[in-house]
């Protein structure tokens, strides 16, 4: 269940990335954002994969579809094992990323990452996707049909909350990815998260993945924590 783990090095500078990855030597799975991306380039990534771990390049590309496919050529010469964009570019756009990553990663002798597509942030509620962004969807249909426009332009999985986890990984492929961030065990703070849910409940709905942040990394003894977590999994 360890590697169902994902742990977001959500720090400022390479320092404090290398010196979160020293203290956690158990996992794994590491996210890079893009705080920490802008600060460090590829420099980061270097030393995960030095270390031989497994990458999730968090970046969400947003853009027309020529742009995007540039970047995801470029991020896949970089040798990750998970790559993310919006959905919301567009199915010009995710199959244009589809394809540039395929393209980028033989050029660079490498693994092609997975493309997976953001379906909805979780920090944004039910509400706000109504009242704000203007969307007459309620919002579990919404992260569907995000899912689905995803799969039909030829990407391997999502990021969604675990919310809707159920829902899509009854409606998608089977080996469709559904990567889950805003998860929070019931003794953590839920922070920003709008759509939670823990993690074992997440990994029950149907969960490949589950992106868990400040409940390790903010805990006052995060290996303590990722224990604790682990042994929770371990009981589905």
């Not at 320092?15 to 954002?33: H, M, N, R």
């Not at 590829?42 to 496919?69: A, W």
């Not at 579990?140 to 995803?150: G, R, V």
């Amino acid at each position: 269940m360890n590697e169902k783990i994902i742990v977001p090095l959500d720090v400022p500078d390479l320092d404090s990335a290398i010196a979160l990855v020293d203290k956690l030597p158990q996992v794994t799975f590491w996210k890079v954002g893009l705080e920490l991306f802008t600060s460090t380039g590829p420099k980061i990534l270097e030393v995960l994969k030095s270390q031989e771990k497994r990458i999730f390049l968090d970046l969400k590309f947003h853009d027309i579809p020529n742009t995007v496919g540039g970047a995801c050529r470029a991020a896949a010469g970089y040798g990750v094992d998970l790559l993310t964009i919006h959905a919301t570019c567009g199915k010009d756009a995710l199959k244009a990323a589809a394809e540039a990553v395929q393209i980028g990663a033989e050029k660079a002798g490498t693994k092609p990452p997975k493309l997976i597509a953001i379906t909805l942030l979780t920090s944004i509620s039910a509400r706000q996707l109504a009242f704000d962004l203007k969307i007459p969807l309620e919002l579990p249909e919404f992260a569907l049909e995000m899912a689905l426009l995803a799969q039909n332009s030829g990407l391997n999985g999502v990021v969604c909350s675990p919310e809707e986890v159920q829902q899509l990984r009854a409606s998608c492929e089977k080996d469709f990815l559904l990567v889950c961030p805003g998860v929070r065990p019931t003794w953590a703070d839920k922070g920003d998260q709008k759509r939670s849910l823990t993690p074992s409940q997440a990994i029950t709905a149907g969960a490949d993945y589950l992106v868990i942040g400040r409940p390790i990394t903010a805990a006052a003894e995060p290996e303590l924590a990722w224990n604790r977590i682990v042994e929770e999994l371990n009981t589905v």
